[in-house]
């Protein structure tokens, strides 16, 4: 190695392993600290196109990675919520797991992604990630042909939802409460044949395996075979904790250089961005903090 340099990357998933892989080819040590909870993918069966490995399943990825790592020798990893982190860039860092020894690195990576927010609505659990996916490109194509409901939940999803009809050409909108449509747009909608509900949907209903229509809450029920449906997000509790500067959009904001607003600590993955969050941008993203961090180590030798 070339030196005693340690990073600590909190956070298992496709990016922090891609940032210790970039690590580890640098020679330079990390420590891969993962939450022992079960991970924000945790009920897809498949990770759906990311070239190379389309359609593997989520924790057969992870392991292939993790194995990928233990060959470099330069890799630890720990299984431990981290309550709560201080330190600085002089100092070095202290991370605190919720038990166990404190955790000691010169630099931080956060890669623990964020927290959804599922809506309280019958069925959704039950249907997340079976009949109810969050990305077009990642789950769409298996329900490709079928009837869909798009739930609109942000005002800016209202510009972009022709994109769906790539995959369906039979699609019904379903507006939340707090979102209205102008006229002229859902007089355009209905032109290309998409229509729109503004009345909630209350339950999910289907088999077990998968959702056959969602019932309203006025009682009606609207045949579907799959919904996109994006829930909202929050950060960790460990990262609302930190205090970062947040952009508008509850993201952990950061520089060119995956830099936050605490000097020393790095962030990447789904903190950084709300739009098309997939493992492969994940993956990217772990690897360019990583290679930064790298450069910003070297710059400071």
């Not at 399943?57 to 392991?63: G, I, M, Q, S, T």
């Not at 996109?228 to 500067?245: F, I």
């Not at 993201?251 to 961005?273: C, H």
Request: aromatic share 6%; with cysteine; proline share 6%.
């Amino acid at each position: 190695m070339t030196d005693g340099t340690r990073i600590a990357i909190i956070g298992g998933g496709p990016a922090g392993l891609a940032a210790a892989l970039t690590l580890a080819r640098a020679e330079v040590a990390s420590i891969v600290i993962d939450a022992p909870t079960p991970p924000r993918n945790a009920a897809s069966r498949a990770i759906g196109n990311l070239p190379g490995h389309d359609g593997i399943a989520p924790d057969a990825l992870r392991d292939k990675m993790r194995d990928e790592l233990a060959a470099y020798g330069c890799v630890d990893f720990v299984s431990a919520p981290i309550s709560s982190v201080d330190g600085s860039v002089a100092a070095g860092f202290q991370l605190y797991p919720a038990a166990g020894s404190t955790i000691e690195a010169a630099r931080i990576i956060l890669a623990c992604g964020r927290v959804d927010i599922y809506p309280e609505v019958e069925g959704f659990r039950e249907y997340w990630a079976k009949s109810i996916h969050n990305c077009p490109y990642c789950g769409g194509y298996d329900a490709r042909g079928t009837p869909w409901g798009i739930v609109i939940n942000r005002p800016e999803m209202i510009g972009i939802v022709e994109i769906y009809a790539m995959w369906s050409d039979d699609l019904i909108l379903f507006l939340e409460p707090e979102i209205s449509i102008d006229p002229d747009r859902e007089q355009a909608l209905a032109a290309r044949g998409i229509g729109v509900e503004k009345t909630p949907i209350s339950a999910i209903l289907g088999d077990g395996t998968r959702m056959r229509a969602v019932a309203l809450a006025d009682g009606r029920q609207v045949s579907r075979s799959a919904l996109n449906w994006w829930p909202k997000m929050r950060l960790p509790d460990l990262v609302q904790g930190m205090d970062l500067t947040q952009t508008a959009r509850g993201e952990v904001a950061m520089d060119g250089a995956f830099a936050t607003s605490w000097p020393g600590v790095y962030a990447a993955g789904d903190l950084t961005y709300t739009d098309h969050q997939t493992v492969a941008t994940a993956i990217h993203q772990g690897g360019a903090c990583a290679a930064s961090l790298v450069f910003q180590l070297a710059m400071a030798r």
